[in-house]
């Protein structure tokens, strides 16, 4: 009698070590254009942010910025998801007032400027779902060229006089988004 609950006991405690390594989780390797976040007041520290975005970090691997981005077309600004902007705080975009929430951010690439979108679309995968009818602030910035070249694709923040700046850079094109308060 004994021997059986040895061998049911040592029976049961295989099967379930099986079962546990059968249900292991497995996990995909690095994405290729790893999400990031910036936000101002950059510091960690500083529990009270104006404004944040999220978004995807492509790489140029070689390639030129404007094989990935096409002038004229609106894009996602980064990779995969579009990115998304939170405003804690009512901000103004090119004069146009901008509730506290959460919103797509959308550009529109130009030789010599570029178009800054705010759209309430949320949850889109890349740029294939705009609707220019849920636009609610637009600006044209100038570009400029950097002599140093990004080979991801960043987003950076910084105080301005009137507000805050959000500075886009990939390759040696460089942009800045003012927001005012």
Do not use: C
Not at 108 to 114: A, D, F, N, R, Y
């Amino acid at each position: 009698m004994k021997k059986s609950n040895v061998m049911t006991s040592i029976a049961f405690a295989l099967l379930f070590l099986l079962t546990l390594n059968v249900s292991a989780q497995e996990f995909k390797g690095l994405d290729k254009s790893p999400m990031d976040a910036a936000s101002f007041p950059t510091s960690y520290k500083e529990a009270n942010k104006l404004i944040k975005i999220t978004y995807s970090r492509p790489q140029l691997k070689g390639r030129a910025v404007e094989e990935l981005v096409k002038e004229g077309d609106v894009w996602r600004v980064g990779a995969n998801e579009a990115a998304e902007l939170t405003l804690y705080t009512d901000m103004k975009l090119g004069g146009q007032l901008v509730k506290a929430g959460t919103y797509t951010f959308y550009v529109i690439p130009g030789q010599k400027e570029w178009t800054a979108i705010i759209n309430t679309d949320l949850n889109v995968w890349g740029s294939y779902f705009y609707k220019e009818d849920n636009d609610v602030a637009r600006i044209s910035v100038p570009v400029t060229t950097a002599k140093e070249s990004l080979e991801a694709f960043s987003i950076a923040f910084d105080k301005s006089e009137k507000g805050v700046d959000m500075h886009l850079g990939w390759g040696t094109i460089r942009a800045a988004v003012p927001f005012t308060k």
